[in-house]
């Protein structure tokens, strides 16, 4: 349904779906144009209900809180994803490192040759938060000083998962009857048997597939450059 035809029904109209009472919404919407027509609280509230009984302005109205609805669930999704496909290696480096071994006193320590002695050691490094991804950026939960250094937590990756899994009716099959009788889903990693969940592993395949070689692209034309 395209925009509603008069102007101040659109912008009431517009106006309700941010607050959901139609009162408010018209005060809003008259207080652009002409706040003498909001001085009597009881003529407001009978002129907000002819509003709503204005022809187009339910039909409008429902179309926006659809669209609205349809917007929020994508931003849910797209969060809970991020989360999901996150890795602890977008946000920190760790490994291990050679250093030069050190004395009592602090001074190096060389072998016979004189050649420095050196040790591995473990090494973790938080990156900074220019080179960490946003959607990685969004599955960090907290991020701490300690006596010890920094602690990052990350969300719950697997909740994360789960919570996707039951929403893609591929990864749920349906288990055994609780108490009352009642079957319920049961939630399947991937289910062989589903032509949807094939290719929706061919589809994650291959896009991993595809970042690994842009990666790989990436290492060459920087050990190139």
Request: charged share 30%; aromatic share 4%; glycine share 4%.
């Amino acid at each position: 349904m395209p925009k509603h035809p008069d102007e101040i029904s659109e912008l009431f109209c517009q106006n309700y779906v941010q607050v959901l009472d139609a009162k408010k919404a018209y005060e809003a919407t008259y207080s652009q144009f002409d706040t003498g027509m909001l001085t009597d609280k009881k003529a407001v509230s009978r002129r907000a209900g002819n509003m709503m009984r204005r022809r187009g302005v339910k039909g409008r109205i429902s179309e926006l809180l659809a669209q609205r609805s349809m917007a929020t669930e994508d931003r849910v999704r797209t969060e809970v994803e991020q989360i999901a496909f996150s890795n602890i290696t977008d946000v920190v480096e760790f490994g291990t490192k050679e250093i030069a071994v050190q004395d009592k006193e602090g001074n190096p320590v060389t072998d016979a040759n004189g050649d420095l002695v050196m040790d591995s050691v473990p090494f973790v490094h938080v990156k900074d938060s220019s080179e960490i991804p946003a959607y990685a950026a969004r599955a960090i939960k907290a991020v701490k000083q300690t006596a010890n250094g920094i602690t990052v937590e990350m969300h719950d990756k697997l909740s994360a998962l789960t919570t996707l899994a039951q929403t893609h009716a591929g990864l749920q099959r349906v288990g055994e009857k609780d108490k009352a009788g009642a079957q319920t889903p049961t939630l399947v990693l991937f289910n062989a048997d589903d032509p949807n969940s094939q290719a929706a592993l061919q589809d994650l395949q291959k896009r991993e597939e595809y970042e690994d070689a842009l990666e790989a692209d990436q290492d060459e034309e920087d050990q190139t450059s």
